[in-house]
């Protein structure tokens, strides 16, 4: 069982909107810190959002500052990245992950492309 599935990625256009989903299942999800990266090509993976575990509580790196936001159903076991006014430097493969302590899971990653 895969503990992290993100969705939604997918191509469009600089100035749009996308919505990515990460659903986590095999672990109390309630319990996670949960946090987005992503990972351009030739380049290094790197941070791009943060919520605590009640939501209460958001960082964002300050590339995406204004133009993403992080959110969490914990009934669903899902964390939300709201993208909006793409650019083409955006475009990279999403991960999320779970953290709690010295525990952590990784998805597998969705693939975002913005280009005209």
């Known amino acids: 069982q895969v503990p992290l599935v993100e969705s939604g990625g997918g191509l469009v256009q600089p100035g749009g909107s996308l919505r990515l989903s990460c659903l986590a299942s095999?672990?109390?999800?309630?319990?996670?810190?949960m946090m987005w990266y992503r990972q351009a090509p030739r380049k290094e993976r790197e941070f791009v959002a943060q919520i605590t575990t009640v939501g209460g509580s958001t960082i964002y790196a300050n590339s995406v500052k204004g133009r993403f936001t992080i959110s969490r159903d914990n009934a669903k076991n899902t964390v939300y990245l709201q993208m909006n006014s793409l650019k083409p430097e955006d475009t990279a493969v999403y991960y999320c992950?779970?953290?709690?302590?010295?525990?952590?899971?990784w998805g597998q990653g969705t693939q975002v492309i913005v280009s005209s």
């Open positions: 095999g672990f109390t999800f309630n319990n996670y810190v």
């Open positions: 992950k779970a953290v709690r302590g010295f525990s952590d899971f």
